[in-house]
T-cell receptor, first 117, second 116 residues
Framework: AQKVTQAQTEISVVEKEDVTLDCVYETRDTTYYLFWYKQPPSGELVFLIRRNSFDEQNEISGRYSWNFQKSTSSFNFTITASQVVDSAVYFCALSEASNTNAGKSTFGDGTTLTVKP | DVKVTQSSRYLVKRTGEKVFLECVQDMDHENMFWYRQDPGLGLRLIYFSYDVKMKEKGDIPEGYSVSREKKERFSLILESASTNQTSMYLC???????????????FGDGTRLSIL
């Protein structure tokens, strides 16, 4: 069975600090996809990034970067020089390609990030 | 842009009432989902549907039912609302199973439901 663990329930930082959100996953599939979503106070989850299991290349998008390591089954998310607008709940999710009801994802419990001015 | 619209942002109902939460998507997606979100419990899948009139139970289906009469609309029904169903409800959609695993889900704004 697939499982996603976000061990950090809440993180609080001061603006301009760097912060890393951890995500550890479990799956028996060799082909799978990992996602990060952001949920601001308004409520709607917004897709941030997708990674497939064959692509371990790290990715950077502005102040955001993602570190995917199959050896440790982790897909961590780092925000550099955090800003107050980064305050949100962040979810990591896993989707298995072999699941015939593909598109169904397993979500972690989320990490609430608070960035203080 | 994909738009997933939930009929209400806030809803207050009484115990024992039959409650309908509506969700509409405009991207012709095959898959649709209903989640509830509670503090410390993340997103829990209630039901999902991969086609019109098709439905599958998620992790916590008890006390809920769903209806998908048209592809764009997925309704969540609380047959007899109880106070432990007070929660944030999120609807999502994505493309069909042949492509769905690698596509993100698109979410609505959520409905904050209070059962008194």
């Amino acid at each position: 069975a697939q499982k996603v663990t976000q061990a950090q329930t809440e993180i609080s930082v001061v603006e301009k600090e760097d912060v890393t959100l951890d995500c550890v996953y479990e799956t028996r599939d060799t082909t799978y996809y990992l996602f990060w979503y952001k949920q601001p106070p308004s409520g709607e989850l917004v897709f941030l990034i997708r990674r497939n299991s064959f692509d371990e290349q790290n990715e950077i998008s502005g102040r955001y970067s993602w570190n995917f390591q199959k050896s440790t089954s982790s897909f961590n998310f780092t925000i550099t020089a955090s800003q107050v607008v980064d305050s949100a709940v962040y979810f990591c999710a896993l989707s298995e390609a072999s699941n015939t009801n593909a598109g169904k994802s397993t979500f972690g419990d989320g990490t609430t990030l608070t960035v203080k001015p | 842009d994909v738009k997933v619209t939930q009929s209400s942002r806030y809803l207050v109902k009484r115990t024992g009432e039959k409650v309908f939460l509506e969700c509409v998507q405009d991207m012709d997606h095959e898959n649709m989902f209903w989640y509830r979100q509670d503090p410390g419990l993340g997103l829990r899948l209630i039901y999902f549907s991969y086609d019109v009139k098709m439905k599958e139970k998620g992790d916590i289906p008890e006390g809920y039912s769903v209806s998908r009469e048209k592809k764009e609309r997925f309704s969540l029904i609380l047959e007899s609302a109880s106070t432990n169903q007070t929660s944030m409800y999120l609807c999502a959609s994505t493309v069909g199973w042949s492509l769905g695993a690698n596509q993100p889900q698109h979410f609505g704004d959520g409905t904050r439901l209070s059962i008194l």
